[in-house]
């Protein structure tokens, strides 16, 4: 099919996605849609032929997403309107972040909702007039149609193209007052972070853990921020919250019993009902999370769920040559929700001989609170009861505990049966600097060198076949090299990893580049009052097309650690780790405006919040001496202990981990354990 001028617009289009790096765009390429990736061509074809364009943002772990993309998007009469009224581009949120940052936060202020799938509607020069989020094909649940809605979006467009401009330019002029409104005003760092733990702990579920009501999200600040709060980890009562939050999600649906790792979110307030998706960016958080846990309580069962989510990472993330993939889809089907994951009675009578049956039904809460609402025969396994409390008087070998781990091992090998989500494996760097540094907090709290190696192996590659002195860290590493430069949470995360890697290892190696990413991210991304925006213009290579060129501060946690708070944070601990005090000013002097910008946000400034409590944490050394048994158990017994901002090394560490120290007040002075204020 042509337009006048001998445009494209009909079917014969399919090359277009199917050659792309994004396996989300690649699952589109079969439908009847004339899909373009993002950049200029979209955007020229839509001016050439005076069209709107359609623009989907979504990813290949998103349920909605697909649900759209097998139901409207696959619509005969969809495609119809489509290509006879729209330039319709396609976008992969994790592939080009700095997009999706922009047109949600453009059709939130138009229509108060966001989240994927997002569908807008803009302009030829990418200006938002109309947007949403899941529109079926016709009208149902309460929704508008998609049908119906891009009929009148085409009648808008042809009879009354001028209204639409006007509210195009209304959400410009929204977009300009909320940049331009009077900010809070300066104060204390204490102060702002005394505010933003009062959220916290307001807004903590003392029912179920965890903050807020349903839908409800891990918020792994939060839980750093609760422990920062004086005298926390050693105090049951101040202590109460993020240890009971972990335990929640520990032992809820929310948390992979059987294969390990983390769903997304949970759709009701007690963790038992997830959403499938398990993410990279959030296991990734959570490792630091349970690795914190564990320092301040000691509690086994978040060992089990360090290593659970470790080994999920592994198996299902892990790429043979080191890093982290991005996602596990949801859905293993078309239709599907969520099958792979739950069991019925049936299934586990099938895999599980009678004892280990009656205590899984009874320690995984089977048919009790965790059914699926379309389909209450399958459950979500939780942790009910403890599994002494849930043997009775079962005569199980080995004890209820080791009779779990075989039924969980027996589960786990029948699932390997089903057919299972779809994995994206493509490689990004603010994922797997955040993997690099969980994996490296956690080696540390278990003195486990082989997931020390695989942060090695995962930062040598990236360092070997992305990293640019020039240009900083790509943020994707393809079979041809890194590509899409200029992204700050690629750098501030990405040293981040190096840092907490660095101090793992006590390996110099990964200290240069960290500097250097984190001397760039000072230099290149700041914008206005000294925050740091999203992309530096002289740095970006991706096409600056639509709205793009806006500038975007990402300052508040969503509920992942802001760029801005891991900036601080990053600079922050890196001079606590090579003992300059210049970085530790630079993350106070970002705080600021972070702060006088997130007055009021409670919750969601956590991260910076994080960031300004550690400012009034001294960082303490620990050095241990000497070899054999008595060394190697004070070196556990070190890097066990919870303290914030501590650094352990096994004999005096080189330089640039080492200055000429002063022994804190009441350290010893001589023997194996010795312990240094800086």
Known sequence: M????????????????????????????????????????????????????????????????????????????????????????????????????????????????????????????GEVFLGGTFFPPTDAHGRPGLRRVLREVARLWRDDRDRLFEQAREVQEALRRMREAPRGSDRPLSGFANEVASSVRESFDPANGGFGSAPKFPHPTAISLLLLEPGAAGDRAGSWPARETLLRMADGGV?????????????????????????????????????????????????????????????????????????????????????????????????????????????????????????????????????????????????????????????????????????????????????????????????????????????????????????????????SGGTGFGLLEDQVAFAAGLVELAAGTADGRYLGPAIDLLERVDREFRGTDGLLRDLAPGLYDGPSVGGVAEPSYPLEDTPHLSANAAAALAFQRLGALIHDDRWTERARSLLGPVARRLSGAGLFGAGAAVAARLLEVPPLTVVVEGSGPEAEALLTAARRSWHPQSFVFGGFPSAPFSVAFEPAAGAPMSGPLRQYDH
């Not at 009909?10 to 079969?30: D, I, K, T």
């Not at 032929?49 to 998103?62: E, K, M, Q, V, Y």
């Not at 592939?95 to 799938?117: A, C, F, H, N």
């Open 2 to 125: 042509t337009e006048p001028g001998g445009e494209r617009t009909g079917p014969a289009r399919a090359s277009r996605l199917e050659g792309a790096r994004s396996a989300y765009l690649r699952s589109a390429a079969a439908q009847a849609i004339d899909w373009h990736p993002w950049g200029p061509e979209p955007f020229e074809l839509a001016r050439r032929t005076g069209r709107p364009l359609l623009l989907d943002i979504g990813a290949s772990w998103c349920h909605w997403c697909h649900v759209m993309d097998e139901t409207s998007y696959a619509d005969d009469e969809v495609a119809r309107l489509l290509h006879q009224h729209f330039v319709a581009v396609k976008v992969d949120r994790d592939e080009r972040p700095e997009v999706d940052r922009r047109y949600q936060r453009l059709v939130s202020t138009l229509t108060g909702e966001g989240g994927w799938p997002l569908t807008a509607f803009l302009t030829p020069e």
């Open 255 to 479: 948390y992979d019993q059987v294969g390990g790792g983390f769903h997304r979110y949970s759709v009701d307030a007690g963790w038992h009902i997830p959403h499938f998706e398990k993410m990279a960016i959030d296991n990734a958080a959570l490792l630091g999370s349970y690795a914190e846990g564990l320092r301040a309580f000691g509690d086994r069962r978040f060992e089990e769920v360090l290593r659970g989510t470790i080994g999920w990472a592994r198996e299902v993330l892990g790429d043979a040559a080191g890093g982290w993939g991005a996602s596990q889809d949801a859905d293993n089907a078309p239709g599907d929700d969520g099958s792979y994951f739950t069991w019925t009675r049936g299934e586990l009578a099938e895999v599980l001989p009678p004892d280990e049956l009656r205590l899984a039904v009874r320690c995984f809460g089977i048919d009790t609170d965790a059914t699926m609402p379309h389909d209450p025969s399958r459950n979500v396994l939780f942790r009910m009861l403890p599994p002494g409390e849930a043997a009775g008087s079962l005569a199980l070998p080995g004890g209820p505990e080791a009779a779990l781990a075989r039924a969980v091992a027996r589960l786990k090998a029948a699932r390997a049966h089903r057919p299972t989500p779809a994995v994206d494996h493509a490689l990004y760097a603010d994922l797997n600097g955040r993997f690099i540094g969980g994996f490296a907090k956690a080696a540390t709290v278990l003195g486990d060198p082989e997931v020390l190696a695989d942060a090695r192996r995962a930062a040598d590659r990236w360092l070997r076949e992305a990293y640019d002195p020039r240009r900083g860290i790509a943020h994707q590493l393809s079979p």
